[in-house]
């Protein structure tokens, strides 16, 4: 498939003796959202965290099997710090660094090399500007983050991931903890990124999976149960023990 | 692993699907008696089924109301969405199959007064036919059942028949000199038709039940 973002083949991932990932394969197409479903534990967050090699960080961790990101092994020679730029990752709780709005913002690209000033106030801006804040926060940009907001901090978080120029954008469940207005521009802004970038979601709302993604990949027990079109995953699914997920028969 | 969940949305969907069994009880009730009233010439009966048409016609909003409220406040998918929608087209079903019940019993009215060319068989017959199609399809309806669905629809084949066998019947009478026999087998000829469309409302009702069970619209 020359459409595919990152391929996964035959994926399993182990915290120590726990396999918590069996025999996973997904296609992720560019330019697309993908929503992640599942019950609680069934390893959403841990398929995500692969992605971008997050796991690598934790102790006694095994992967088997492949991620080609745009035909190339992220676990053979990638450079680990430059796939983190290309695949960045908006966690569930906003969290903004103990900053200025401007250097939480500026923090990535200065990591990266950019000293210039001017450089960095284009970044910030053009990167603020599509997390769709901009308005709300260019006349206070050298306030603290966290002054801000539950949703303008999870949208300034989203800014931050941007400002490094990624490619694939990960999120973790990112408006769980948001007011349903919040969670809307949320929605849009996703609505609008795809046009530029791919993009991941993990989701415990169906009716968000229902409304931004264009595949839904449902997860049970570290297993990939079924992945479709959004539409047909949410009307009609293959599988019964998607269907019940979804209808919220499973317990 | 499954347990009971959602038990609120699961009662409300049974109570549902037993108003949906009972406003096909109405119809069919609306339909024996028209029927029976024009068998009988019995102008009461006929009103009686005109009068209470009111009440099917209300049954379909309220329904619908009903199914609209599930749709926003349990936001359903799957199979459970498409049995709400499918719901809807049933509802409206019901409602033109009670509407041709009344068509039935207005004719009763204005043939009450004649001798009948010959005595009624396929109209009966027709009805007591249509009636079964319509309290099986709607079981199929409630639960899921496809090849209940199926069979029921096969069935139309023999209302066809029967429509047809009528007709022929009463084109013998078209060609005769008398004016009031010519329009009495009009008249019948209209009724008939008036089964044989509800013939193709059930059979509609049957394509939602199959729908609602797998997602495909099927031509039946
Ligand atoms: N660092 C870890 N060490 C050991 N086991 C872990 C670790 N992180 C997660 N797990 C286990 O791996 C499984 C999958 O966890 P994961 O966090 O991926 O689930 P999830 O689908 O994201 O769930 P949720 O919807 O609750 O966030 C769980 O059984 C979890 O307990
Ligand atoms: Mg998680």
Same mark, same amino acid.
């Given at each position: 498939?020359?459409?595919?973002?990152?391929?996964?083949?035959?994926?399993?991932?182990?915290?120590?003796?726990?396999?918590?990932?069996?025999?996973?394969?997904?296609?992720?197409?560019?330019?697309?959202?993908?929503?992640?479903?599942?019950?609680?534990?069934?390893?959403?967050?841990?398929?995500?965290?692969?992605?971008?090699?997050?796991?690598?960080?934790?102790?006694?961790?095994?992967?088997?099997?492949?991620?080609?990101?745009?035909?190339?092994?992220?676990?053979?020679?990638?450079?680990?710090?430059?796939?983190?730029?290309?695949?960045?990752?908006?966690?569930?709780?906003?969290?903004?660094?103990?900053?200025?709005?401007?250097?939480?913002?500026?923090?990535?690209?200065?990591?990266?090399?950019?000293?210039?000033?001017?450089?960095?106030?284009?970044?910030?801006?053009?990167?603020?500007?599509?997390?769709?804040?901009?308005?709300?926060?260019?006349?206070?940009?050298?306030?603290?983050?966290?002054?801000?907001?539950?949703?303008?901090?999870?949208?300034?978080?989203?800014?931050?991931?941007?400002?490094?120029?990624?490619?694939?954008?990960?999120?973790?469940?990112?408006?769980?903890?948001?007011?349903?207005?919040?969670?809307?521009?949320?929605?849009?802004?996703?609505?609008?990124?795809?046009?530029?970038?791919?993009?991941?979601?993990?989701?415990?709302?169906?009716?968000?999976?229902?409304?931004?993604?264009?595949?839904?990949?449902?997860?049970?027990?570290?297993?990939?149960?079924?992945?479709?079109?959004?539409?047909?995953?949410?009307?009609?699914?293959?599988?019964?023990?998607?269907?019940?997920?979804?209808?919220?028969?499973?317990? | 692993?499954?347990?009971?969940?959602?038990?609120?949305?699961?009662?409300?969907?049974?109570?549902?699907?037993?108003?949906?069994?009972?406003?096909?009880?109405?119809?069919?009730?609306?339909? +024996?008696? @028209?029927?029976? %009233?024009?068998?009988?010439?019995?102008? *009461? /009966? &006929?009103? #009686? $089924?005109?009068?209470? !048409? =009111?009440?099917?016609?209300?049954?379909?909003?309220?329904?619908?109301?009903?199914?609209?409220?599930?749709?926003?406040?349990?936001?359903?998918?799957?199979?459970?969405?498409?049995?709400?929608?499918?719901?809807?087209?049933?509802?409206?079903?019901?409602?033109?199959?009670?509407?041709?019940?009344?068509?039935?019993?207005?004719?009763?009215?204005?043939?009450?007064?004649?001798?009948?060319?010959?005595?009624?068989?396929?109209?009966?017959?027709?009805?007591?036919?249509?009636?079964?199609?319509? +309290?099986? @399809?709607?079981? %199929?309806?409630?639960?899921?059942?496809? *090849? /209940? &669905?199926? #069979? $029921?629809?096969?069935? !139309? =084949?023999?209302?066809?028949?029967?429509?047809?066998?009528?007709?022929?019947?009463?084109?013998?009478?078209?060609?005769?000199?008398?004016?009031?026999?010519?329009?009495?087998?009009?008249?019948?000829?209209?009724?008939?038709?008036?089964?044989?469309?509800?013939?193709?409302?059930?059979?509609?009702?049957?394509?939602?039940?199959?729908?609602?069970?797998?997602?495909?619209?099927?031509?039946?």
């Amino acid at each position: 498939m020359n459409n595919s973002k990152l391929s996964v083949k035959d994926l399993d991932f182990y915290y120590g003796d726990f396999k918590a990932l069996h025999n996973v394969s997904m296609e992720v197409e560019k330019n697309k959202v993908t929503a992640l479903i599942g019950p609680s534990g069934c390893g959403k967050s841990t398929f995500l965290k692969t992605l971008n090699r997050m796991n690598d960080l934790v102790e006694g961790s095994k992967v088997h099997g492949t991620i080609l990101y745009d035909g190339e092994d992220i676990y053979g020679k990638y450079d680990i710090i430059q796939l983190r730029k290309k695949v960045g990752m908006v966690f569930q709780a906003p969290n903004p660094f103990a900053m200025s709005i401007y250097d939480n913002i500026a923090y990535g690209p200065r990591i990266h090399g950019i000293k210039n000033r001017k450089v960095l106030d284009q970044i910030v801006e053009k990167s603020l500007f599509q997390a769709a804040i901009w308005d709300e926060v260019k006349d206070r940009l050298n306030k603290p983050a966290l002054g801000l907001s539950g949703g303008q901090q999870q949208r300034l978080c989203i800014a931050r991931v941007l400002a490094v120029e990624p490619d694939v954008i990960l999120m973790d469940e990112p408006t769980s903890a948001l007011d349903p207005v919040s969670t809307s521009r949320i929605e849009d802004l996703i609505d609008e990124l795809k046009k530029d970038y791919t993009i991941i979601i993990v989701t415990h709302n169906m009716q968000q999976a229902g409304r931004i993604s264009d595949s839904t990949a449902f997860f049970l027990h570290g297993y990939l149960e079924e992945m479709g079109q959004t539409e047909t995953i949410f009307f009609n699914p293959s599988s019964k023990k998607t269907e019940d997920y979804i209808s919220g028969r499973f317990g | 692993m499954q347990t009971k969940s959602r038990i609120h949305f699961s009662n409300m969907m049974k109570e549902l699907n037993e108003q949906i069994l009972k406003m096909g009880i109405y119809v069919e009730e609306a339909m +024996k008696k @028209a029927v029976a %009233a024009l068998r009988d010439q019995n102008i *009461e /009966l &006929a009103e #009686e $089924v005109i009068k209470e !048409d =009111d009440r099917i016609n209300e049954f379909e909003l309220e329904l619908f109301d009903k199914v609209s409220i599930l749709l926003a406040t349990e936001q359903p998918v799957a199979t459970d969405l498409r049995h709400l929608t499918g719901a809807i087209r049933i509802i409206s079903d019901l409602e033109r199959a009670g509407d041709y019940a009344v068509h039935i019993a207005k004719g009763a009215k204005r043939l009450a007064g004649e001798t009948y060319i010959t005595p009624l068989q396929q109209i009966p017959e027709a009805a007591d036919m249509a009636r079964q199609m319509l +309290k099986d @399809a709607l079981t %199929a309806f409630v639960n899921s059942d496809e *090849e /209940l &669905a199926r #069979e $029921v629809a096969s069935r !139309d =084949d023999v209302l066809d028949k029967l429509h047809k066998k009528l007709i022929k019947k009463m084109l013998k009478y078209m060609n005769k000199d008398s004016e009031a026999e010519i329009e009495q087998a009009a008249n019948l000829m209209f009724l008939a038709r008036y089964l044989e469309r509800l013939g193709d409302h059930i059979t509609n009702v049957c394509e939602w039940v199959i729908y609602s069970k797998t997602g495909k619209h099927p031509e039946l």
